[in-house]
């Protein structure tokens, strides 16, 4: 069974600072994705990682993907109050058909203005 | 072009019924995906329909079913409703073979 560990489970901080958030794997997926989940909604994708040691951006959200790809960190600098939410990161692997989702617990942040 | 949607968006049930969920596709989707996301957790994959077959199954019970149309809506049921079965059940649609699923806002489902 694969697994999928985020760390840390809750964040809490000011606005203006950054932020690193880690995920790691017991083993190798195809790719990761990170999705950003508000109260009452689902999921919204906010980047798909496939290469080890890629390097994504997205405004002010640097996503990488270890070498080995079996773990990502996403990276916040100066942090918003509209980034609250919960981080999820899910594996998945393109072997088989059902291209299922392996989601880690995710961290809730919460940036206080 | 229409998001995902599900429906009920909340429901309350007691123990030992059964409940019927639905979530219509995104536009143009043929495969559609259910999850369960307890409080506190992630995201776990129930099972995946495609072409109006079950195509993949997480771990599971069979009391937990599915079933998806001939234009891609989809049903989930679940029999005998046990009080840990209390989550969100979250609906994903994606192109056959597609990295990218997009998923519902959810049904959050109490059992009493």
């Known amino acids: 069974t694969q697994l999928l560990e985020q760390s840390p489970q809750f964040l809490s901080i000011q606005e203006g600072e950054n932020l690193t958030v880690y995920c790691n794997s017991s083993s190798v997926f195809s790719s990761l994705q990170w999705y950003r989940q508000e109260p009452g909604e689902g999921p919204v994708l906010l980047v798909t990682v496939v290469t080890g040691g890629e390097v994504k951006k997205l405004k002010r959200l640097t996503f990488q993907f270890g070498d080995a790809r079996k773990d990502s960190s996403l990276h916040i600098t100066a942090a918003q109050p509209g980034d609250t939410g919960l981080y999820l990161c899910a594996g998945q692997n393109s072997g088989g058909s059902n291209y299922k989702l392996t989601f880690g617990k995710g961290t809730l942040l919460t940036v206080n203005p | 072009e229409t998001g995902v949607t599900q429906s009920p968006t909340h429901l309350i049930k007691t123990r030992g019924q059964q409940v019927t969920l639905r979530c219509s596709s995104q536009?143009?989707?043929?495969?559609v995906s259910w999850y369960q996301q307890a409080l506190g957790q992630g995201p776990q994959f129930i099972f995946q329909?495609?072409?109006?077959?079950?195509?993949g199954r997480g771990n599971f019970p069979p009391r937990f079913s599915g079933l998806q149309f001939p234009n891609y809506s989809s049903e989930l049921n679940v029999n005998a409703l046990e009080l840990d079965d209390s989550a969100l059940y979250l609906c994903a649609s994606s192109l056959v073979g597609g990295q990218t699923q997009y998923f519902g806002p959810g049904t959050r489902l109490l059992v009493l």
């Open positions: 536009s143009g989707h043929n495969t």
């Open positions: 329909y495609y072409r109006e077959e079950e195509n």
